[in-house]
């Protein structure tokens, strides 16, 4: 059964560098999505990603956040300069058409800045 | 703006014990509702869907109603076996026009289930 991939399962990083999230959606699915959670905290939206752009972000995703579609496989989040509070299970989706309510999930990237 | 508010956890319970975990809501149209579960170290997997007031969605032994009036879509399981234990999140998502449907989820609620 076809499902979404990331990597890594855990990444540690300094303070002020640049980590990138990778994700390999389902094959013919046509939205993206990322989402965080922070622990304890709620699963929250930070981005949505169709036809090569981003459709609606969250308040959350501001300047330091940026997402690709590179090769048409890859699905990459960039945080560029992390922060502390940026410590956090990153979760990245995929949904096949407009008329399909049902988002498949990543296993998550645990992403602990220090 | 849309926010969901699950029980909070958490929630354990023996083998066959009938299980209920809250959920309601609040949205400025009219939402679909799901549950998700996660086992541990897997993703979120989607566990059953209500798209109108008074859908019942069910699955594996689980089932929710959507219910408008009381703005609630609470899971219920009759009997729930060690392999149910998991998180379970409550979440809506809004079409605004059929192209985004982003999520909004509950906090989500620990589940226990000793043998």
């Known amino acids: 059964e076809p499902e979404v991939t990331q990597t890594p399962s855990h990444q540690v990083t300094q303070m002020g560098q640049e980590v990138i999230l990778r994700c390999v959606p389902i094959s013919n699915h046509l939205y993206f999505y990322w989402y965080r959670q922070i622990l304890g905290q709620k699963v929250e939206f930070l981005v949505s990603f169709y036809n090569n752009e981003i459709s609606e972000k969250s308040e959350i995703f501001d300047d330091q956040f940026s997402v690709e579609r590179p090769d048409g496989s890859n699905f990459t989040l960039k945080i560029r300069s992390t922060k502390l509070e940026d410590s956090a299970m990153y979760f990245c989706?995929?949904?096949?058409?407009?008329?399909?309510?049902?988002?498949?999930f990543g296993p998550g990237t645990r992403l602990t800045v220090t | 703006g849309d926010s969901v508010t699950q029980m909070e956890g958490p929630v354990t319970l023996s083998e066959e014990a009938f299980l209920t975990i809250n959920c309601t809501y609040t949205a400025t149209g009219y939402p679909s509702l799901f549950w998700y579960v996660q086992y541990p170290g897997e993703g979120l997997q989607l566990l059953l869907k209500?798209?109108?007031?008074?859908d019942k969605g069910s699955n594996k032994g689980f089932e929710a109603t959507y219910r408008k009036e009381t703005t609630s879509f609470h899971l219920e399981k009759g009997s729930v076996q060690v392999s149910d234990s998991a998180v379970y999140f409550c979440a809506l998502s809004e079409g605004s026009g059929g192209s985004n449907y982003k999520l909004t989820f509950g906090k989500g609620t620990l589940l226990t289930v000793n043998p």
């Open positions: 209500a798209t109108k007031a008074d």
């Open positions: 989706a995929s949904r096949r058409t407009s008329g399909d309510y049902e988002q498949y």
